[in-house]
């Protein structure tokens, strides 16, 4: 067996056990279950209840999970939703454009970039599966923001490292959030070159069936060759692809 941590191991233990007790249950019966001391299920429930895995009843200070978990697992299952659906859709965006695109997620402050299919050019970007990135200076990580309430825009600029990656990023909350409700008018956001000197991406918001933004895709490329003229012709492709996966998605305007 390989080496375990032992606290990871019997918190998980405790976890499920409860699973099979919709009503709760008492810190004796998990002590006896897992066979662990009561003193050490005790101090490992307080911390599951500090993390919000776990809750007791105050009447019957019996122990009961959470829907922390299944929060969790529905993260989880959104983004591999998104993935499956946007796959064949982010190659086809491709083909039209032949430049790189990426498919993004939320997580916090950041944009995570969950698939890539990569253009035919010589010249690439070293982009790559798993990799983050800030939201404020990306095409994606603003269309996302863009479809955000004004109280989360202004939470992701407080807990970001607002720091200038080019002389072209924005690093002011107000001209953000001009640049947000530009993005808002037009339906696709622009990086020009503010997240690295030389690149120039398009990015469009993807929205899941409950009319929330869910993750984005962009097109992406060397500004030598994604000019302000390839702009203007792969932003009807970007809005009609990022509509398609929200459609597919559920999504209804």
């Known amino acids: 067996m390989k080496e375990t941590v032992q606290s990871v191991d019997r918190a998980l233990s405790i976890l499920e056990v409860l699973s099979d007790y919709?009503?709760?249950?008492?810190?004796?019966e998990i002590s006896s279950k897992i066979d662990l001391h009561k003193s050490t299920v005790h101090r490992l429930l307080v911390t599951l209840i500090y993390k919000g895995y776990v809750e007791q009843n105050p009447n019957t200070n019996k122990y009961r999970l959470t829907l922390k978990l299944l929060e969790l697992g529905n993260k989880l299952i959104?983004?591999?939703d998104i993935l499956s659906v946007a796959k064949p859709y982010l190659q086809q965006l491709k083909e039209v454009t032949n430049e790189v695109v990426h498919l993004v997620v939320r997580e916090g402050t950041e944009i995570v970039y969950?698939?890539?299919?990569?253009?035919?050019n010589k010249i690439r970007m070293h982009s790559r599966i798993g990799t983050r990135s800030p939201m404020y200076c990306t095409s994606v990580g603003k269309a996302i923001m863009a479809y955000l309430s004004e109280e989360e825009v202004?939470?992701?600029?407080?807990?970001?490292?607002?720091k200038r990656f080019t002389q072209?990023?924005?690093t002011d909350l107000q001209e953000m959030k001009k640049n947000l409700t530009k993005i808002r008018e037009l339906g696709y956001a622009l990086d020009e070159e503010e997240n690295e000197l030389g690149i120039r991406c398009i990015g469009s918001p993807i929205f899941a069936h409950n009319g929330?933004?869910?993750?984005?895709?962009?097109v992406s490329g060397p500004t030598i060759r994604v000019t302000?003229?390839?702009i203007q012709n792969f932003k009807n492709y970007i809005l009609e692809y990022s509509m398609k996966i929200s459609k597919e998605l559920g999504y209804r305007q």
Request: some cysteine; overall charge negative; glycine content about 10%.
């Open 212 to 218: 929330e933004v869910c993750g984005a895709i962009s």
């Open 228 to 230: 302000k003229q390839a």
């Open 154 to 162: 202004e939470g992701i600029w407080q807990d970001s490292e607002i």
């Open 78 to 80: 959104d983004k591999m």
């Open 114 to 120: 969950i698939d890539k299919v990569e253009s035919d």
């Open 168 to 170: 072209y990023t924005i």
């Open 22 to 28: 919709e009503e709760g249950v008492g810190i004796t």
